[in-house]
DNA sequence: AATAAAATATACTGACCAGTACAATTAACA
DNA sequence: TGTTAATTGTACTGGTCAGTATATTTTATT
């Protein structure tokens, strides 16, 4: 059944970012998962296909949770991109938090014409973009500019947290955003 | 001779660079090189040896490179924070760059308890010092703040990069560290 | 030139990898 | 309950991996 799959896709997920994508095979997964390889080649023709929905899994994911959470706790445009950071320090603090995903792939990927590198980048500038939206609606001139720069930080802060739990990145990471910020809307 | 390591040394700094470290095998290392597996094995105890070392050269001649051109286009220490980021750029740019390797490496052995991600962090780390010794000689305050920060818009801008060539994330770096700094400066 | 020592090349080991052929089992339906 | 179809388990394939034992060549020394 889809329980199955969408166990796989969870069990993957979680190695890849603990053990690293190509230090985990698929005998791992399926042990794991509770499961044989015949059944998970049944849902996916190959582990690069899995390697890629477990990417765009956990990118929807987090783009969902982030947008959710500043629709909730906002009012105004302007406010979102004061809040992002609470927000992306939220994320970066839970205890499971073990790096951005497209970020690592992108990094064992390292071929610009590999279908798994390809991904890492267009999520990272769907992410860029996202941030753009953002700064759009709170009425900054150069979104562009403000959203690489946000992103610099964001991306920033994460792979310094993935490198060592507890760094506090992304405390200076929020400092630099509002300077940054107010940069941008008086710019 | 010591000519056969050193070759080795370059062969696989270039091959993890470019098609990462765990997908590059000691038998292509040594096809490239123009050797065998028995000269290298003389040479480095385990191919994790070989990492290690690898990422240690990378890390030095990185820091001896920036080292070297902040003290040959500058006169005063308050100065050498405001180059930082055009020499920085000059690395990023140049038509070999692919990366910094310790933010890869990091990315490929994410497990803290691993040598070459302890190793990885630690050059983090270092990095992360001389930034602060910088900022300490231009007379800032909260120098590890700032260094953070700096650090942050550096690996995030070097990320950017090799995730996409051409990606223009120096240039919005630079001016946020502009930003940044002066606020540094002040506060 | 003879001998010893060091460096190199060849060929192999056991382990693991992604992927598959085929057999056993379960479920669906008559 | 008997037959068919779909799913799952077992066992295997060819290939690659890190690392090594042994054989050959080169170099250094006398």
Redesign the pocket.
């Known amino acids: ?1 889809s329980t ?1 799959r969408a166990k796989i896709l969870h069990v993957a997920s979680d190695l890849f970012q603990t053990r690293g994508i ?8 399926v042990a794991v998962a ?9 849902y996916f ?4 296909e ?1 390697i890629l929905e477990v990417l765009q899994k956990g990118h929807q994911d987090f783009e969902t949770w982030l947008n959710d959470k500043l629709n909730q706790n906002t009012k105004q445009p302007a406010e979102k991109l004061q809040k992002l950071f609470d927000f992306i320090e939220e994320w970066i603090t839970a205890p499971d938090f073990r790096g951005m995903a497209f970020i690592k792939a992108a990094a064992e990927f390292p071929n610009e014409e590999n279908a798994v590198h390809r991904l890492s980048s267009d999520q990272s500038r769907q992410f860029k973009q996202y941030l753009a939206g953002l700064a759009s609606e709170a009425g900054v001139k150069d979104t562009e500019g403000l959203a690489l720069q946000l992103s610099l930080l964001i991306e920033g802060a994460m792979q310094a947290e993935q490198m060592k739990r507890g760094s506090g990145a992304i405390k200076y990471a929020k400092k630099a955003s509002k300077i940054l910020i107010e940069s941008a809307l008086k710019g």
Do not use: F
Request: glycine share 8%; net charge positive.
């Open positions: 059944m199955l190509n230090s985990t095979g698929v005998d791992t997964i509770g499961t044989t390889k015949m059944t998970l080649y049944k023709h190959s582990k690069e899995l």
